[in-house]
């Protein structure tokens, strides 16, 4: 038999193991070679391991190890080719190193390539030496042997390689099978061209179908339930496949029990030279989520309704409370203006502030409430912080010269910044931590502190700290004076009442601009609370241009004011009259009406008088027509009616009822109550601007 034969059938025999092929492979080349001993070698770095071995007496076991240095493998590895010493006593000789090693005497020896890199050697050798060197063929067939040899390990690794990769991929399998059924998803694949649908069983299953159904295309459209969505499913499929764009849809179906089920369908096309071949997908059951997301919508509605429902009760509260108190202020306040003896001046003056009390118990819990739920808008516009501060300081000032308080306030640090920010809200910030201060002292001083530095770009730290020398407050009262309707509950201070919003509120105004409230007191000594706030910078020209032209500096003469006139649209006896006497005590006449219809009515007869109103003051709830459809009929009677300032006055405070008198048509906004100050400040402030236009009209008359 030939030697490619042999070699063949031992390559080609697939119920022979490697290690049978190798030592088979080594028997024959013994026998042809006439050398007893056949080595396949594995050579890593300085190890010489033995793979496999054909001697005399097997005394060479497999697996045996030995340093390379110390073998003629080693001159293999350092030629990078075959070596053939038929005579070892000639060539290499005794100089070499394993000469005095090994009683060897003829060695052949060829490298085994695997893969395109080294792996080891075969070598045959003998303890006799050859009398003629080893022939041409007898180095080719080492060299064959070498080659089939590197092809049946490289054939074993493949094979190795391939079994590992399976082994891993029916792993994966079952761990994405269990992942995909422990989720509660089925996945799926649609042939286009064959229309060959297939099901996973966790889909079967989520569907209660039986595990051997075979499924078509149309029997998955006919489980959905609607006809509209069933339509509208089909057509984004079809469009799905057409733009090659990933598909997810919810579905309502009908399983195969007849029960109810939520889907979510998500779908994946395989596109194959610019064409559709096939759509892989996933599905899962969302019915729990879907029926979790109907109950949250049916509490998020109930919330709605419910803070509707609030709104508009804190709307007639606001305004039912609102109003009397309007009539009981305006009335002491005209009443105060008259001739009083001392006593009567007292009584009227304790009236007033307990009317003021009042008052601002119902301004904190609107404002809380609102604050709350969200529904104060924070009105953001460029701020003097120093002027809002210094505005606030007369009416102080009389409370501490009354109370035998210094009173010091130092704006030296804000003076020349101009933020972005809401002026009222900072303003609540001073008013509620003075108000408590010169409330909670009896004597000493009240202090108010600022401080400001640049806190990146664009941005402000700045600090309102306010200290006291009253009788403080104890380091457990210390953690509930923020919270809301708590206050300090020893029996000294149960006697100053309030709400126990304030403080509240402030924290609230200081969480909104990024900061906080600290307080530092002690019983006895005093209390010391910073406000620290993040204001974004507003100092550029225009800004500051607009804070100061808002100032307004107009000062007309009674005489001024008598040529003009005012007409009052209130549908509240007390309401009419304390407006009436207050403009009076400003010294604009006024005119009044009892309704919205009334009033548009007396504007259209005094455009026919030619004796148009200067001012109207518009109350918002009437009978009959309410103010801001009024303001509208009004603005439609030509332009000479759009120039009239149109003053909203109402006791509403919520949120949207400003835009509401805004969009109608009105200038302005006040909330009831109204001090004689603050409505002389909007009628000079609003005539002024009226008067500037008829200045501006009368240099250019075009």
Same mark, same amino acid.
């Given at each position: 038999?030939?030697?490619?034969?042999?070699?063949q059938?031992i390559?080609?025999?697939?119920?022979?193991?490697?290690?049978?092929?190798?030592?088979?492979?080594l028997?024959?080349?013994?026998?042809?070679?006439?050398?007893?001993?056949?080595i396949?070698?594995n050579?890593?770095?300085e190890?010489?391991?033995i793979?496999s071995?054909?001697?005399?007496?097997?005394?060479?076991?497999?697996?045996?190890?030995?340093?390379l240095?110390?073998?003629?493998?080693?001159d293999?590895?350092?030629?990078?080719?075959h070596?053939?010493?038929?005579?070892?006593?000639?060539?290499p000789?005794?100089s070499?190193?394993c000469?005095?090693?090994?009683?060897?005497?003829?060695?052949?020896a060829?490298?085994?390539?695997?893969?395109?890199e080294?792996?080891?050697?075969v070598?045959?050798?003998?303890?006799?030496?050859r009398?003629?060197?080893?022939t041409?063929i007898?180095?080719?067939?080492?060299?064959?042997l070498?080659?089939?040899?590197?092809?049946?390990?490289e054939?074993?690794?493949v094979?190795?390689?391939?079994h590992a990769?399976?082994?891993?991929?029916?792993?994966?399998?079952l761990?994405?099978?269990?992942?995909?059924?422990?989720?509660?998803?089925g996945?799926?694949e649609?042939?286009?061209?064959?229309q060959a649908l297939?099901?996973?069983?966790?889909?079967?299953?989520?569907l209660?179908?039986?595990?051997?159904?075979?499924?078509?295309?149309?029997?998955?459209?006919n489980l959905?339930?609607d006809?509209?969505q069933?339509?509208?499913?089909?057509?984004?499929?079809?469009?799905?496949?057409?733009?090659?764009?990933?598909?997810?849809y919810?579905?309502?179906?009908?399983?195969d029990?007849?029960e109810?089920r939520?889907?979510?369908?998500?779908?994946?096309?395989?596109?194959?030279?610019?064409?559709c071949?096939k759509?892989?997908?996933?599905?899962?059951d969302?019915?729990?989520?879907?029926?979790?997301?109907?109950?949250?919508?049916?509490k998020?509605e109930?919330?709605?309704n419910?803070?509707?429902?609030?709104?508009?009760?804190l709307?007639?509260?606001?305004?039912?409370?609102?109003?009397?108190?309007?009539?009981?202020?305006?009335m002491?306040?005209?009443?105060?203006?008259t001739?009083l003896?001392?006593?009567?001046?007292e009584?009227?003056?304790?009236?007033?502030?307990?009317?003021?009390?009042?008052l601002k118990?119902?301004?904190?819990?609107?404002?809380?409430?609102?604050?709350?739920?969200?529904?104060?808008?924070f009105?953001e516009?460029?701020?003097?912080?120093?002027?809002?501060?210094?505005?606030?300081?007369?009416?102080?000032?009389?409370?501490?010269?009354?109370?035998?308080?210094?009173l010091?306030?130092?704006?030296?640090?804000?003076?020349?910044?101009v933020?972005?920010?809401?002026?009222?809200?900072?303003?609540q910030?001073?008013?509620?931590?003075?108000?408590?201060?010169?409330k909670?002292?009896?004597e000493g001083n009240v202090?108010?502190?600022?401080?400001?530095?640049?806190?990146?770009?664009?941005?402000?730290?700045?600090?309102?700290?306010?200290?006291?020398?009253g009788?403080g407050?104890?380091?457990?009262?210390?953690?509930?004076?923020?919270s809301p309707?708590m206050?300090?509950?020893?029996?000294?201070?149960?006697g100053?009442?309030?709400?126990?919003?304030g403080?509240?509120?402030?924290?609230k105004?200081a969480?909104?601009?990024?900061?906080?409230?600290d307080v530092?007191?002690?019983?006895g000594?005093?209390?010391r609370?910073?406000?620290?706030?993040?204001?974004?910078?507003?100092?550029?020209?225009?800004?500051?241009? $607009?804070?100061?032209?808002? %100032?307004?500096?107009? &000062?007309?003469t009674r005489?001024?004011? @008598?040529r *003009? =006139?005012?007409?009052?649209?209130?549908?509240?006896?007390?309401?009419?009259?304390?407006?009436?006497?207050?403009?009076?005590?400003?010294?604009?006449?006024?005119?009044?009406?009892?309704?919205?219809?009334e009033g548009?009515?007396k504007?259209?007869?005094?455009?026919?008088e030619?004796?148009?109103?200067?001012?109207?003051?518009?109350?918002?709830?009437?009978?009959?027509?309410?103010?801001?459809?009024?303001?509208r009929?009004?603005?439609?009677l030509?332009?000479?009616?759009?120039?009239?300032?149109?003053?909203?006055?109402?006791?509403?405070v919520?949120?949207?009822?400003?835009?509401?008198?805004?969009k109608?048509?009105?200038?302005?906004?006040?909330?009831?109550?109204?001090g004689?100050?603050r409505? $002389?400040?909007c009628?000079? %402030?609003?005539?002024? &601007?009226?008067?500037?236009?008829?200045? @501006?009209? *009368? =240099?250019?008359?075009?």
């Open positions: 038999m030939s030697i490619i034969k042999e070699l059938i390559s080609n025999d697939h119920t022979m193991s490697l290690d049978t092929k190798l030592h088979n492979l028997a024959v080349g013994t026998k042809i070679l006439g050398l007893e001993t056949g396949v070698s050579i890593r770095g190890q010489y391991s793979l071995v054909v001697t005399p007496g097997d005394s060479i076991p497999v697996n045996s190890l030995f340093a240095p110390d073998t003629y493998c080693a293999v590895v350092n030629a990078q080719s070596i053939a010493y038929h005579d070892i006593n000639c060539e000789g005794a070499h190193p000469f005095a090693k090994y009683t060897l005497k003829s060695y052949l060829a490298p085994v390539n695997v893969s395109g080294f792996f080891g050697t070598n045959f050798s003998s303890l006799t030496p009398q003629e060197p080893f041409s007898e180095v080719d067939y080492l060299l064959l070498a080659t089939w040899i590197g092809n049946e390990l054939r074993q690794q094979m190795e390689n391939l990769q399976k082994a891993i991929l029916a792993e994966r399998n761990l994405l099978s269990q992942v995909t059924n422990l989720a509660g998803v996945t799926w649609l042939n286009l061209d064959t297939s099901w996973s069983g966790a889909l079967k299953r989520m209660h179908m039986h595990g051997e159904k075979i499924l078509k295309p149309e029997d998955v459209t959905i339930a006809d509209a069933r339509k509208d499913y089909i057509e984004r499929f079809a469009y799905m496949i057409k733009t090659g764009k990933d598909f997810v919810e579905l309502e179906v009908r399983t029990a007849g109810p939520w889907l979510e369908s998500r779908a994946h096309p395989i596109i194959e030279n610019g064409r071949i759509v892989i997908g996933a599905t899962m969302i019915t729990q989520t879907y029926l979790d997301k109907a109950v949250l919508q049916h998020s109930l919330a709605e419910a803070l509707k429902t609030r709104s508009e009760f709307d007639k509260i606001s305004h039912e409370i609102r109003t009397p108190i309007h009539g009981v202020l305006g002491l306040e005209v009443l105060m203006g001739s003896n001392s006593k009567q001046f009584l009227a003056s304790n009236a007033s502030k307990s009317a003021d009390s009042l118990i119902v301004n904190d819990i609107l404002d809380f409430s609102n604050i709350e739920a969200g529904d104060i808008p009105e516009a460029a701020t003097d912080l120093a002027l809002t501060i210094e505005e606030q300081v007369p009416m102080f000032a009389r409370l501490a010269k009354q109370k035998g308080l210094e010091n306030v130092s704006t030296e640090n804000l003076k020349g910044k933020f972005k920010a809401d002026k009222l809200r900072l303003g910030i001073l008013l509620n931590l003075l108000n408590n201060a010169m909670f002292t009896k202090t108010v502190e600022t401080n400001c530095i640049r806190y990146g770009k664009g941005k402000f730290q700045v600090k309102i700290v306010v200290t006291d020398t009788i407050i104890s380091e457990q009262q210390q953690k509930l004076i923020f309707f206050q300090v509950e020893n029996s000294a201070q149960r100053y009442g309030g709400t126990g919003l403080l509240s509120l402030v924290s105004i969480e909104h601009y990024q900061g906080n409230v530092n007191s002690h019983l000594v005093g209390s609370f910073t406000v620290t706030l993040m204001l974004d910078d507003a100092t550029t020209g225009a800004d500051i241009e $607009k804070i100061y032209a808002s %100032r307004n500096d107009f &000062s007309p005489q001024e004011l @008598s *003009l =006139k005012a007409l009052i649209v209130e549908d509240n006896e007390i309401n009419q009259l304390v407006i009436k006497e207050q403009l009076k005590e400003i010294g604009l006449p006024s005119e009044l009406a009892i309704n919205g219809k548009v009515e504007v259209k007869r005094s455009f026919a030619k004796s148009p109103y200067a001012v109207i003051f518009m109350d918002c709830h009437m009978p009959v027509m309410d103010g801001l459809e009024a303001t009929h009004i603005r439609a030509g332009e000479q009616a759009k120039q009239i300032p149109i003053i909203a006055l109402t006791a509403n919520l949120t949207g009822d400003k835009e509401k008198c805004l109608s048509g009105m200038n302005d906004f006040i909330s009831k109550p109204v004689v100050s409505l $002389k400040e009628v000079f %402030r609003h005539l002024s &601007s009226q008067m500037q236009n008829n200045v @501006s009209a *009368l =240099k250019d008359p075009a």
